[in-house]
Structures are given as structure tokens and as C-alpha cells.
């Protein structure tokens, strides 16, 4: 089954490429090819992206900074990640709008509800910027927020890895890849797909999760239509 509206995740660390921080414009003109494939399909997309190739704010704080303030840096940090994304996608001809949590009128839209769907409907890739638009919640918490505000199907969440695994892929080569989990088990073992708050959310308004590999040319458009990618996180 295809899902009619997707909220896709996209983490800071992504934009990098094969850099080890800012934004590559290679990165960027592949998400936004890929992005085209499912817009092409009739689906409508909604984007939250990260500032960790930026700014990370747990960084900061851990650092001494003051956590309010190094979260208000990360989300700005999220609002110039949002506008490159956008340049790419206007740039191969698809209508975007970003619309921030932190009100910047001269840089982009304010958040609303009725207007991001109103959006959506006529076909404009929507990026949530600024996350929740407060301190002490993730990206990962405004991905599952924005999705049940806009009544997405799904929060498609894209990593580096082709799923989720019982131990780190990268440091360990016998780690076993789950095809599908509940989210009473990923907060029970711990296993760190996003942050308990954004699953405890997705659990308790039973929005699934999709956990899959965007660096693999076609994913996002395979698991938008339904093809078996990644990992699955629902209530069964």
C-alpha cells in the first residue's frame, strides 16, 4: 500500500555526505532526487530535518553551555538546513515551503496546522524548521509532533543504516536487523531509534515508524509505496 502523506525525518548528519560537517551540495541534489521520485508517485511529503551537522544542542550543553540556549541554537541551525533542502528541490522544479517553528517572517512561513496542510494538499513539499519551536525536545519529538498535526500515515525516519539492529552494525558484524518492533519493546531494551518521548508519542496516538537507509538510491520511494524496507515500528 502507498501511503498518501509521509513525514520524513532527515537527520543533520545527512547533509554532510562525506564531510565531516556542514552541508554538501552533493548530499543535497541526491535528497532531492530521491525526493522527486515520491512526489512523482502523488504523495505528500512533509520533511523534518536535524542540526547535527551544524549544532547540536546536548553537544553544547554537555559543554557548559546553557541548554535553553544551545537548543536555540540547534534549532536555527535546523532553519538553514530547511532553506538548503528547499533550494534544492525548487532547483529540479518541485514547489517546497518552509515553515518554522521560530517566527523569522523576512527567511520563511510561521508554523501553522490548517496552512501546512493546505500546502500539502496542493502538492508543495512542506519542511518543518525550528523543531518544536521549545528547549529540551528533540527533532525526533517535532517529526512525531508535526506527523499527527498534519495526520501523516507514517513517520519515515532516514539513517545511515538499513535499519534497526540489537547492536551498533557499524562496530559489530554478527548485529542482527529487526524487521519489525513494537514500541513498548524499542523503550524496553533501549534500543535508541529516537528519543523515548517521540516514541512514548507515536505509542500512545499509534503512528507508525518506518526505520530505513537513505543513502540507498530508490529507498525513500520504495518504502513510500509499501515495498519491505527497513524497519517497521507499530503497535503490533
Known amino acids: 500500500m502507498t501511503f498518501k502523506r509521509i513525514l520524513l525525518k532527515i537527520s543533520g548528519e545527512a547533509l554532510m555526505g562525506d564531510g565531516s560537517y556542514g552541508i554538501s551540495t552533493d548530499m543535497i541534489r541526491f535528497l532531492s532526487n530521491e525526493i522527486k ?22 553537544a553544547g550543553a554537555a559543554s557548559g553551555m546553557d541548554r535553553s540556549s544551545a537548543d536555540n541554537m540547534g534549532m536555527l541551525g535546523t532553519v538553514m538546513n530547511s ?20 517566527t523569522m517572517l523576512n527567511v520563511c512561513e510561521p508554523y501553522e496546522r490548517v496552512k501546512a496542510v493546505e500546502h500539502l494538499e496542493r502538492k508543495r513539499v512542506v519542511i518543518f524548521a525550528a523543531g518544536t519551536g521549545n528547549p529540551y ?30 547492536s551498533d552494525p557499524e562496530k559489530n558484524a554478527q548485529a542482527k536487523r ?9 523503550l524496553k531494551e533501549d534500543l ?24 540507498t538510491e530508490g529507498n525513500i520511494v520504495r518504502a513510500a509505496i509499501g515495498e519491505s524496507v527497513g524497519t517497521l515500528i507499530s503497535a503490533e
Not at 41 to 55: C, P, S, T, W
Not at 83 to 102: F, H, R, Y
Not at 142 to 153: C, Y
Not at 178 to 186: A, E, G
Open 37 to 58: 521520485k515520491v512526489t512523482d508517485q502523488g504523495i505528500e511529503l512533509a520533511l523534518v530535518v536535524g542540526a547535527g551537522n551544524i549544532f547540536r544542542g546536548v
Open 83 to 102: 532553506l538548503a533542502i528547499q533550494d534544492g528541490l525548487e532547483n529540479i522544479g518541485i514547489p517546497c515551503k518552509v515553515m518554522s517553528a521560530i
Open 137 to 166: 525536545f528533540t527533532t525526533d519529538t517535532a517529526a512525531v509532533l508535526r506527523a499527527l498535526e498534519i495526520k501523516a500515515n507514517v513517520v519515515m525516519k532516514a539513517t545511515r543504516v538499513d535499519g534497526v539492529y540489537d
Open 178 to 186: 529487526y524487521t519489525s518492533l513494537t514500541y513498548s519493546r524499542v
Open 192 to 215: 535508541r531509534v529516537m528519543d523515548a518521548a517521540g516514541i512514548s508519542l507515536a505509542k500512545d496516538n499509534s503512528l507508525p515508524i518506518l526505520v530505513f537507509n537513505m543513502k
